[in-house]
């Protein structure tokens, strides 16, 4: 085969989730339906957030620009996915498996960030209620979320360029229904020992620098929720931030427990599972998490809807 960007190999072959045939059909009619949920709900919580002047407020910017990464993010991975269960041979040409690879950082990147920027907002307003409106001014929003994608858009460079760097000879098949690091590396046959250390340094920075502000700003806010004399006021309290936490857990968990795992533990197999939570049902669960318990997000639809009527 031709030299393609230091590799000799042209196209690649995605193994999927399983390979078992009475699985194929049930598991595609499940994902395609999450998937369509995941459009769906994702598509109606930006309309529903831009149509809507009440929810022009700093937690819905962040919310708006999460729907948006969740929905890109979701079309980067799923599409590709349930190709695996229609035919017998999914393949992505070379140039096509390092593009996903750049946005599925990217965006996954920027989720880690915007969920921290997230977890800042809340402190703010439980903690410092006086000072919200000039600490979260439009400006200073527009910095964090620039921030994220930054962030995202650095880490998916150097994911990316690292990636590039490798030579993939005879082996083509990917263990893996997306073309992840982890699985990608495992093909090389070159030297990835450079690429392993730029793994650890730049996943455990994204992973472990917004896992520490966020655990440091939920720790001052639940310093002054147990400052709060009555029960309804650390009722209310709690209640504006499980949704976050909730969403923070799923994704950084099994993220977590994906690329920073020693290389010998756990088997591809399980690595799959669990990139399932971050990749599929992080993207649908999101918009539900944060608007089925949200009564703005509830009244927001009701107007809309009405308008929509009338």
Do not use: W
């Amino acid at each position: 085969m031709a030299l393609s960007n230091g590799s000799l190999v042209t196209e690649f072959i995605l193994l999927g989730i399983t390979e078992k045939p009475v699985l194929q059909i049930p598991l595609f009619l499940l994902f395609l339906a999450i998937y369509m949920i995941t459009t769906l709900a994702n598509l109606s919580l930006i309309i529903l957030i831009v149509l809507n002047s009440h929810l022009h407020t700093p937690m819905y910017f962040f919310l708006l620009n999460l729907s948006c990464i969740d929905l890109c993010y979701s079309a980067v991975i799923t599409p590709k996915m349930l190709m695996n269960f229609i035919v017998r041979k999914n393949l992505i040409s070379y140039m096509g498996c390092m593009s996903q690879l750049f946005f599925f950082c990217f965006f996954a990147i920027s989720e880690y960030y915007v969920l921290t920027a997230m977890a800042y907002d809340r402190y703010v307003a439980i903690c410092n209620p006086l000072l919200y409106k000039i600490s979260m001014s439009s400006k200073v929003c527009s910095y964090l979320m620039l921030g994220s994608y930054f962030m995202g858009l650095s880490g998916a460079m150097i994911h990316t360029g690292c990636m590039l760097r490798l030579t993939f000879c005879d082996k083509i098949t990917i263990n893996h229904y997306f073309c992840d690091l982890l699985p990608l590396l495992q093909l090389s046959c070159t030297s990835t020992h450079v690429n392993e250390i730029e793994l650890f340094i730049v996943a455990g920075k994204d992973i472990i620098v917004p896992t520490a502000i966020i655990f440091t700003s939920y720790g001052f806010i639940l310093s002054s929720i147990f400052q709060v004399r009555s029960s309804e006021g650390r009722s209310k309290a709690f209640s504006t931030c499980s949704s976050h936490i909730f969403a923070v857990s799923l994704f950084f968990g099994s993220s977590t427990f994906m690329y920073l795992q020693p290389s010998s533990a756990g088997s591809m197999d399980e690595g799959k599972i669990s990139s399932i939570f971050y990749t599929i049902m992080v993207p649908m669960m999101n918009p539900l998490i944060y608007s089925l318990r949200n009564k703005d997000v509830k009244v927001a639809l009701r107007k809309t809807l009405s308008r929509r009527t009338f």
